[in-house]
């Protein structure tokens, strides 16, 4: 299966292309163009009802809720992706690591750290793509105070990757009426998503100042005098 049902903050889920979700190949494209994308088609439960869409790169193991958007019943969404991938110098100029691993995601290493604190410490699981499926899943007010408690010590033993991937999506919608030959009363959200361009933008950075140039001009500019 291309979807995997997970359970996140008290919601049930769907995620496509994970890469943890399935031990088939993930489905790509070489072409752009709303063609050769893909379409999906949910039928509300009632007029309340509403879908939070979540666009990320497929190795990531959380949720970032500053990329999702929210769609109601009745409307028509294309979805258009663009890929950017930022390249940044290691340290001193950047506190970050170069990875050999590409699939490294320092929220993940965050995410792993603190889900097994908490099962040391509560014998519970936090909520998330890749919870622990034998456990309870910790209360709200438990799940919160534990993050609030692991994370800075958690994010000091995981590293921030220099290569950085994002999606940045466009969203187009238009309400489904019957000019389009629908009723209010079918409740459906069609989503249709594909890439505007298989070409990315790639952001590298390049040292103005090497280090040997840094102390050859400091030391340059040193005055020693004796007495």
């Known amino acids: 299966m291309y979807f995997d ?26 072409k752009k163009h709303i063609t050769f994308g893909f379409m999906l088609t949910f039928l509300m439960p009632d007029p309340l009802s ?22 109601d019943p009745n409307v028509f969404v294309d979805i258009m992706f663009s890929r950017k991938i930022e390249k940044k110098l290691k340290n001193p100029y950047n506190p970050c690591q170069q990875m050999g691993n590409k699939t490294y ?3 993940n290493c965050i995410f792993s750290c603190m889900l097994e604190r ?28 534990q993050v609030t408690q692991y994370h800075p010590d ?6 921030r990757e220099c290569e950085i991937t994002t999606y940045v999506s466009t969203v187009v919608s238009k309400v489904l009426n019957e000019h389009y030959g629908y009723s209010e009363h079918e ?19 390049i040292p103005k100042t090497t280090i040997s140039d840094y102390f050859s001009i400091i030391g340059g500019k040193q005055t020693f005098s004796y007495i």
């Open 154 to 159: 958690c994010a000091k033993q995981c590293p």
């Open 50 to 71: 509403r879908i939070r869409v979540f666009v990320a790169d497929n190795y990531l193991n959380y949720l970032d809720y500053s990329t999702s958007f929210t769609l």
């Open 187 to 205: 409740r459906i959200v069609a989503i249709r998503s594909f890439y505007q361009a298989l070409s990315y933008i790639e952001l590298s950075q």
């Open 105 to 107: 995601r320092q929220q």
């Open 118 to 145: 908490v099962d040391e410490r509560s014998n519970c699981t936090l909520p998330g793509l890749y919870r622990k499926k034998d456990k309870a899943i910790c209360g709200f007010r438990s799940t919160w105070s």
């Open 5 to 30: 049902e997970i359970f996140v903050e008290y919601r049930i889920c769907y995620r496509f292309n994970g890469y943890q979700n399935s031990s088939i190949e993930l489905l790509t494209t070489d």
